[in-house]
């Protein structure tokens, strides 16, 4: 008689009479299962402004990519921007993260933000691991911008990768 892990890996006990083979068959695609996680990617390559102090969507509209949360309800998410601005103040780069079922789970700060100052074109990112989510559900994530003061911030190049986690 089989048994089961808590994450649903069949395993066989002592007294299994089975070939051995189908024993692995069965391990292999419990395990595959459980190893398929998606990814997903977006790009804009065109530059955008914002004159906003608080975290808004840049010119153009929301900018953003969906993943499906893996078994694990574990995501990486990475965001990437060339930004500057028009004066010597800051251009400012966060994200946000909105689940299907969940709602928000990560919300746009500045203690997670990409930061410039200047009119100096710079190329940062920035990583986070989101953990806890819903398995399942659809996980938007959108770059939020914003700057400090009375200013215009351009961002020429935007990325936002996510992947799931086993």
């Given at each position: 008689?089989?048994?089961?892990?808590?994450?649903g890996i069949?395993?066989?006990?002592?007294?299994?009479?089975?070939?051995?083979?189908?024993h692995?068959?069965t391990l292999?695609?419990?395990?595959?299962?459980?190893?398929?996680?998606?990814?997903?990617?977006a790009?804009?390559?065109?530059?955008?402004?914002?004159?906003?102090?608080?975290?808004?969507?840049?010119?153009g509209?929301?900018?953003?990519?969906?993943?499906t949360?893996p078994p694990?309800?574990?995501?990486?998410?990475?965001v990437?921007?060339?930004?500057?601005n028009?004066?010597?103040l800051?251009?400012?780069?966060?994200?946000?993260?909105?689940?299907?079922t969940?709602?928000?789970?990560?919300?746009?700060?500045?203690?997670?933000?990409i930061?410039?100052?200047?009119?100096?074109?710079?190329?940062?990112?920035?990583?986070?691991?989101l953990?806890g989510?819903?398995?399942?559900?659809?996980?938007?994530?959108?770059?939020?911008?914003?700057?400090?003061?009375a200013?215009?911030?351009?961002?020429?190049?935007?990325?936002?990768d996510?992947?799931g986690?086993?």
């Open positions: 008689m089989t048994q089961q892990t808590a994450k069949t395993y066989p006990e002592s007294t299994d009479h089975t070939r051995m083979w189908e692995f068959e292999a695609d419990d395990v595959n299962d459980l190893l398929t996680v998606g990814d997903n990617e790009e804009d390559t065109s530059s955008r402004t914002t004159t906003s102090t608080s975290y808004t969507d840049a010119s509209g929301a900018f953003s990519t969906t993943i949360v694990s309800g574990r995501v990486m998410v990475a990437r921007s060339t930004q500057r028009s004066t010597t800051n251009t400012i780069t966060s994200w946000q993260a909105v689940g299907s969940s709602g928000t789970v990560y919300s746009a700060n500045d203690g997670a933000a930061i410039v100052k200047g009119t100096d074109n710079v190329s940062l990112q920035l990583t986070k691991r953990t989510l819903s398995p399942g559900e659809t996980l938007t994530v959108t770059t939020k911008h914003r700057v400090n003061a200013s215009t911030a351009t961002f020429d190049y935007r990325c936002i996510v992947w986690l086993v």
